[in-house]
């Protein structure tokens, strides 16, 4: 009888109709968001050098009545590229200092924390519309709460949760265009509008939005194993295209400041920035430098660093397990559930978009420019859990 009335009741509880699925799942919200503000605060603010020059430039625009295009011709020579991609972040410190004065550090903070609650929000929502059940999404959350990265960022006065909401809203954007088969375009203009002017380097963010919404009504990308043979594919070009253009650039473009940061990296066999134990010998040749390359795609996922405590490094193991273990599932019956398809493929698209960019270009001492992907990435978790119960149809356990 007790084996019976547990069965039961695991099946309720996974059940589509259950009836406290949306009570739990609000609560399951609150409550992550409650301990993920309550570290934060607890904390305080971050600045960091990149905040003194928000704020640097904040009092510019302030001293310019707000001028945007004035501001944006400043000292334009020592701006490559131009302010124009640090836009919102710096109009949004400006605001906080004009209407909060001497708290305008504390206010971004609580506007860094009404992001990540609207994160949450379309997290969940994005989730829902695929008909992803609520205890699943609810047991996911706590994911959320002991990533390292969510507990980092927000408290920096920088772009990074700005960048973040925007990475996830636009997730939740390509979502819906999937569930409603149609794409708003104005809705994906200003999307676009927002990632160029929140920070510089949301460029492989909005190239795959514009593939993705190219690519999505071919037939090909309905099925699972075609997805995996694109994405197999790209990964393992991605580090003989970079390979390729830094070939290009080193014989086209040498002796310019900024593109010979970028080659003096790779010649010293830098993998992480201000990283040395992750550097390898000095490259004498092209296979050489697209095995750099490979380095610094992998290492751009890696959970451990030296200076990592036990813990972090424990959480970070945590983290990418689960990742690794939704791609499997889905790896193995993905086709099942033919809509979830499509999500994998941009979740994907977007993260080794943005990996191959930042192995071109810089991988972070702290791994900062990862933590935009990362509650796309935990998305596909509880997606993985629901084709699992709808495969082995786990309901009807009786």
């Known amino acids: 009888m007790y084996n019976q009335n547990f069965k039961m009741f695991i099946k309720d509880i ?9 009570k739990i799942l609000y609560l399951s919200v609150l409550l992550c968001f409650s301990l993920i503000a309550y570290y934060i605060l607890r904390s305080g603010f971050s600045m960091s050098s990149d905040s003194e020059r928000y704020s640097k430039w904040a009092d510019n625009l302030i001293n310019l009545d707000f001028n945007l295009y004035e501001f944006f011709l400043i000292d334009k020579a020592s701006h490559r590229p131009s302010l124009f991609f640090s836009s919102v ?6 605001f906080c200092k004009v209407i ?43 994911f959320i709460v002991i990533s ?33 088969d149609r794409i708003n375009y104005s809705e994906l203009f200003i999307i676009i509008f927002l990632l160029f002017a929140s920070r510089p380097s949301s460029i492989p963010v909005v190239v795959v939005i514009i593939l993705f919404v190219l690519i999505s ?3 090909i990308f309905l099925k699972q194993e075609n997805i995996l043979f694109f994405v197999l594919a790209i990964f393992i070009s991605i580090p003989f295209v970079l390979g390729l253009a830094y070939s290009f650039i080193e014989n086209n473009f040498s002796g310019i400041t900024k593109i010979d940061f970028l080659t003096d990296m790779v010649k010293k066999g830098m993998i992480i920035h201000d990283r040395q134990e992750t550097w390898i010998s000095k490259p ?25 405590s036990i813990v972090h490094i424990s959480l970070n193991v945590i983290q990418i397990s689960i990742i690794i273990l939704s791609i499997s599932i889905w790896s193995f019956y993905g086709n099942y559930i033919k809509i979830y398809n499509k999500i994998f493929l941009f979740i994907l698209l977007l993260s080794l978009s943005v990996a191959a960019f930042h192995s071109f270009i810089l991988i972070d001492y702290d791994w900062r420019y990862r933590f935009p992907l990362l509650l796309p990435l ?15 149809n786990l309901t009807s356990v009786s």
């Open 217 to 219: 009504k071919s037939q």
């Open 378 to 392: 935990i998305m596909l978790f509880p997606i993985s859990l629901e084709i699992i119960l709808k495969k082995f």
């Open 284 to 308: 004498n040749n092209f296979i050489d430098i697209v095995y750099i390359y490979f380095l610094r795609l992998l290492n751009f996922f890696n959970p451990y660093a030296s200076t990592f």
């Open 100 to 142: 909060f004065g001497n708290e305008w550090q504390f206010s971004f903070l609580l506007l860094n924390l009404f992001l990540v609650f609207f994160s949450l929000i379309f997290f969940v929502k994005s989730l829902l519309l695929i008909g992803v059940r609520s205890i699943l999404i609810s047991l996911t959350l706590p």
């Open 89 to 94: 972040p710096v109009l949004l410190i400006a």
């Open 148 to 180: 390292v990265d969510i507990l980092t960022w927000p408290r920096f006065i920088l772009s990074d949760m700005i960048y973040a909401f925007l990475v996830l809203y636009a997730t939740y954007f390509i979502i819906k265009g999937i569930i409603l």
């Open 14 to 22: 996974i059940s589509i109709k259950w009836k406290h699925r949306n």
